[in-house]
């Protein structure tokens, strides 16, 4: 089992920046694909942005790329999102999940754990 714990989630106004982090523990081998997800208020879990165990190959959806940024650091058990030019559409509850697989997976079924999320609120 990976057990994901968010964090960095917050209010920011729109154009902000915010970097959340995800911390993983337990049987971290497990987690070789780290992605970031959201899910707006009365709308499905979409993807953002997934990345390699190495973080060699990243993956972002449309509509973060060239905003935010995923990285990891294996050393801490970490994964970060870097989000920059922030608009309100960017609020939503954020998630972490890890996938078993060494393919950079993007779909929602691919990922085996998930952390609980963290909020961000884009204000106008």
């Known amino acids: 089992q990976v057990q994901l714990v968010e964090s960095g989630g917050g209010l920011v106004e729109a154009g902000g920046s915010l970097r959340l982090s995800c911390a993983a523990s337990g049987r971290t081998s497990s987690a070789y694909v780290m992605g970031w997800f959201r899910q707006a208020p009365g709308k499905e879990r979409e993807f953002l942005a997934s990345?390699?165990?190495?973080?060699?190959?990243?993956y972002y959806a449309d509509s973060v790329k060239g905003r935010f940024t995923i990285s990891r650091d294996n050393a801490k058990n970490a994964v970060y999102l870097q989000m920059n030019s922030l608009k309100p559409g960017d609020t939503g509850v954020y998630y972490c999940a890890a996938a078993n697989t060494i393919v950079l997976v993007i779909t929602r079924k691919e990922f085996d754990y998930w952390g609980r999320g963290t909020q961000v609120t884009v204000s106008s």
């Open positions: 990345i390699s165990w190495t973080g060699g190959r990243t």
